[in-house]
């Protein structure tokens, strides 16, 4: 009889050990955790941005924008996966991430509807309905990016 | 005047092919990431190129002997073929790279995706590689890749401040969002990038494939010493670009849609154009290097008859062994990983192979029994040691660093 | 027999004491008449105290360039000499044992 | 193999020059690109054959000493690399008496498309490279 406890506490200690080695390995989503995923989508957004604001004055073409775009979407999309993998703790993890989940959707978004705008803009800016597009487009990645901006502020990710 | 035209055509074909798919890539990502800093790097990857092509071009002018086949000579078997291995993954390597680097830079001009481009690609490269004269192959690629120079003129157009360039590039240090380590990976990175092994075998055998002389020794001098420091110097530029629109505007570049953002900002749709027409020349060019380079490492290790200059059916292991290669890159393609990140890697994994390369250059450049009075002097001798010792530095300290930065994320 | 059985070999004296290993073996080619080259016969073996690896030959020859590489080299290899087939006396899986009173020579190359 | 006591020779006499060319195998011959005839490579010298003398038997003095038979080529390399033996059935011999000149490389007398070291070479020739177009062009 007096085995059973000790082996019993032997299985708990072990079960706390690799507890906490599993714990270690799959990262909490604290600031510095979702820094690289939060700087990645930032600078893709503001990529997208340079490349819409490129088109509107006609310096680049439909399909180099458009190809802009589609790769950045692909950054959010690699960036997005990242921080799904970090397993949040504590009620205030869990809200963070959440809402760091959610700027990045809004971002990519964004980005969707840019790649689209791009490429049917290849008549030309001179198009009127295609420039309008592209503005509105516009509109949406600078809304996008200063919703990342400021929830990387308010967590302290820099 | 004819003789005058040689060595322009040589000088340019040296600056169009100077750059490739690595160089562009890390220099765009150096740039955006840590401005001018780095630019040093480039300067010291450009003296090393020049002085080891230079090298193994006399050696192989004088003796006829390609580099690989001084490797094996010098080195025996066992470290011959460890060299063998690691020279021949780096290639393949950068032959993925090149190739993926046609396709992308193909997408940018279509909008198609460059997954589409990628057979199309290799297609062109292999009937190269098959038909075409070894000379026109590297005059054509050479010359249409000078247009890389787009990136030079752009960023004259953007107007920097040119004090502040100056600044980063001459007083460098590591910039406050940046780690310490992150910048020596970069360091590395970059000189890997600037002094690729396959450069110095694709050099000694095309010596041989173009049957160098001692006379003709002047003219290719000439060639590395200008053509490569204004190679070096469009690497640069590349890097300004980035430092001037990119690292102000939070862009850090992860792909080659994002290399082509400051030169279309800077010159419209014309410059873009002709920066495609330069990307896909330079990396095209690069692809057959590289591609020929495997198949001349293979043949020159186990003394199979090899060279563009024979007919395929003459040298037919040598082929065989490119068609596999070609191959073989076009199916990692095909997993769909990052052309970029290929890249990324092979500058890396270049700057750890370089020491196996180099030194066997630099003692048979010294043998008599190959060189006759052609040995290297001592000025060379002192500057091939020094290097030696910065290439092995840089070769011990890239795995940890890759491992400590997370490949510089 | 064939030539890689040899090197990296050691070598004994005529007492069964070690004096290095098999690091090169060194044959002359006998002028001859004819397009085709003489017979090679074997002259001797290059026997070095420290390391099997003829790394290069910087021992043999009045190479010393690059610095420090080719003093390196031959540091490593110091104190090589050469035995005359004449005083070979057993060559096989146990390694060279050379006869009792051989001598050794310079093991440098003239050439 | 530092652990064991070593002797060292007390003196070096300088040695007797012979008339001839002086190889020394590793350093002049071992890994060294073979041409043919035609100045083709053919292969590397992998190996090197002798005609004796027979392991682990005593020499008598006064024998005459051992030449080289042949230069080894093909999977000798392999063992060299990572030691063993191959059969001496898959050895490629090419006979001394082909050689016409040893410098940086090995010249041979003869040509590449009659030995045995290059029918790989041959067999990829004929069922490969000939089956594509062009293969047989003058670049």
Redesign the interface.
């Known amino acids: 009889m007096s085995k059973s406890p000790r082996f019993r506490n032997v299985v708990l200690t072990l079960l706390v050990v690799v507890a906490g080695v599993l714990a270690g390995c799959s990262q909490q989503p604290s600031a510095d955790a979702l820094k690289g995923p939060a700087e990645e989508v930032s600078s893709a957004v503001r990529a997208a941005s340079l490349a819409v604001d490129l088109r509107i004055s006609d310096s680049t073409t439909a399909a180099a924008a458009s190809t802009a775009a589609d790769d950045m979407l692909g950054d959010v999309e690699s960036a997005t996966k990242e921080v799904h993998a970090l397993s949040a703790q504590t009620q205030e993890e869990r809200t963070l991430r959440n809402d760091v989940l959610a700027a990045f959707s809004s971002v990519s978004r964004a980005l969707l509807h840019a790649r689209d705008a791009l490429s049917s803009s290849s008549n030309g800016p001179s198009d009127g309905q295609g420039k309008a597009q592209l503005s509105t487009v516009q509109g949406e990645l600078r809304a996008a990016t200063e919703q990342l901006d400021s929830l990387m502020t308010k967590a302290g990710i820099q | 005047m004819k003789r005058l035209l040689g060595v322009a055509l040589g000088i340019l074909t040296a600056i169009g092919g100077f750059v490739d798919i690595g160089d562009l890539v890390t220099n765009a990502v150096v740039g955006s990431r840590f401005g001018m800093s780095l630019a040093w790097v480039v300067l010291v990857g450009v003296v090393g190129i020049c002085l080891f092509a230079n090298m193994s071009g006399r050696v192989a002018a004088v003796?006829?002997?390609a580099t690989f086949?001084v490797i094996?000579?010098r080195l025996?078997?066992?470290a011959?073929?460890a060299n063998l291995g690691a020279s021949f993954l780096i290639n393949v390597m950068t032959v993925t790279a090149e190739i993926g680097g046609i396709a992308l830079a193909l997408q940018l001009a279509s909008g198609v995706a460059y997954i589409l481009w990628v057979p199309f690609a290799l297609l062109a490269v292999w009937l190269v590689v098959?038909?075409?004269?070894?000379s026109i192959m590297e005059n054509v690629t050479g010359l249409v890749g000078l247009s890389l120079v787009v990136f030079a003129v752009a960023l004259f157009l953007l107007k920097p401040d040119w004090g502040a360039l100056a600044g980063q590039a001459f007083s460098p240090s590591v910039p406050a969002q940046e780690g310490a380590g992150v910048y020596w990976y970069y360091a590395i990175a970059l000189f890997g990038a600037a002094m690729t092994p396959y450069e110095v075998f694709f050099f000694s055998s095309g010596a041989v494939e173009e049957r160098w002389k001692i006379k003709d020794l002047a003219q290719s001098r000439l060639n590395v010493l200008l053509g490569f420091p204004l190679g070096g110097l469009l690497s640069i530029a590349i890097a300004g670009c980035a430092a001037v629109v990119l690292l102000p505007a939070g862009i850090s570049v992860t792909s080659l849609s994002q290399v082509a953002l400051p030169v279309a900002q800077a010159g419209g749709q014309l410059a873009l154009a002709v920066l495609i027409l330069g990307v896909v020349a330079a990396t095209f060019g690069a692809a057959l290097e590289t591609t020929l380079s495997s198949g001349y490492t293979l043949?020159?290790?186990?003394?199979?008859?090899?060279g563009?200059?024979?007919?395929?059916?003459?040298a037919?292991?040598f082929?065989?062994s490119m068609i596999v290669v070609l191959l073989a890159g076009v199916a990692v393609l095909a997993t769909g990983v990052d052309p970029i990140l290929v890249t990324e890697y092979s500058v890396v994994f270049s700057a750890i192979a370089l020491p196996l390369t180099y030194l066997p250059i630099l003692i048979v450049a010294n043998d008599p029994?190959?060189m006759g009075k052609h040995v290297n002097n001592r000025a060379v001798n002192i500057a091939g040691v020094i290097y030696l010792f910065v290439i092995l530095v840089a070769s011990l300290a890239a795995i940890p660093l890759m491992i400590a930065t997370g490949a510089g994320a | 027999?064939?030539?890689?059985?040899m090197?990296g070999s050691?070598v004994l004296?005529g007492a069964g004491?070690?004096?290095?290993?098999v690091?090169?073996?060194?044959?002359?080619?006998?002028?001859g008449a004819g397009?085709?080259?003489?017979?090679?016969?074997?002259?001797g073996i290059?026997v070095s105290?420290?390391t099997a690896s003829?790394f290069?030959?910087y021992e043999?020859q009045e190479i010393s360039q690059p610095w420090p590489v080719a003093q390196l080299l031959r540091w490593r290899h110091r104190?090589s000499?050469?035995v005359?087939?004449?005083d070979?006396?057993?060559?096989?899986?146990?390694g060279v044992r050379l006869?009792s009173g051989f001598?050794?020579?310079?093991?440098?190359?003239?050439r | 193999?530092?652990e064991?006591?070593?002797?060292?020779?007390r003196?070096?006499?300088?040695?007797?020059?012979?008339?001839?060319?002086?190889?020394?195998?590793?350093?002049h011959l071992?890994?060294?690109?073979?041409l043919d005839v035609d100045g083709?490579?053919?292969?590397?010298v992998?190996?090197?054959?002798?005609s004796?003398?027979e392991?682990?038997?005593?020499?008598p003095?006064g024998t005459?000493?051992?030449?080289?038979t042949a230069l080894?080529?093909g999977p000798?390399?392999g063992?060299?690399?990572f030691g063993g033996r191959p059969p001496s059935s898959r050895l490629i011999r090419i006979p001394?008496?082909?050689?016409?000149?040893?410098?940086?490389?090995v010249t041979l007398?003869v040509r590449?498309d009659s030995m045995d070291a290059s029918w790989?070479?041959?067999w990829?020739?004929n069922h490969?490279?000939?089956r594509?177009p062009?293969?047989?062009?003058?670049?």
């Open positions: 003796s006829g002997r086949e094996r000579e025996g078997p066992r011959g073929l098959w038909r075409v004269k070894f043949a020159q290790f186990f003394g199979w008859s090899w563009k200059f024979r007919r395929p059916a003459q037919a292991r082929h065989v029994q190959y | 027999m064939n030539l890689s059985d090197l050691d004296d004491e070690r004096l290095g290993e690091s090169d073996v060194r044959f002359a080619l006998d002028a397009q085709l080259l003489s017979p090679a016969r074997l002259v290059v105290p420290r003829s290069l030959g043999r104190g000499f050469l005359l087939w004449e070979i006396a057993v060559m096989g899986s146990e006869r001598t050794a020579y310079d093991a440098r190359l003239t | 193999m530092s064991r006591k070593r002797v060292q020779p003196q070096l006499h300088a040695a007797p020059s012979p008339a001839g060319l002086v190889l020394d195998a590793q350093l071992l890994d060294r690109q073979m083709v490579p053919v292969t590397t992998d190996d090197i054959e002798l004796g003398p392991p682990n038997e005593e020499i003095e005459a000493p051992p030449q080289i080894l080529t000798v390399l063992t060299r690399i001394w008496k082909v050689v016409a000149g040893v410098d940086t490389v007398g590449a790989v070479e041959r990829l020739r490969v490279i000939a594509i062009g293969g047989s062009h003058e670049p």
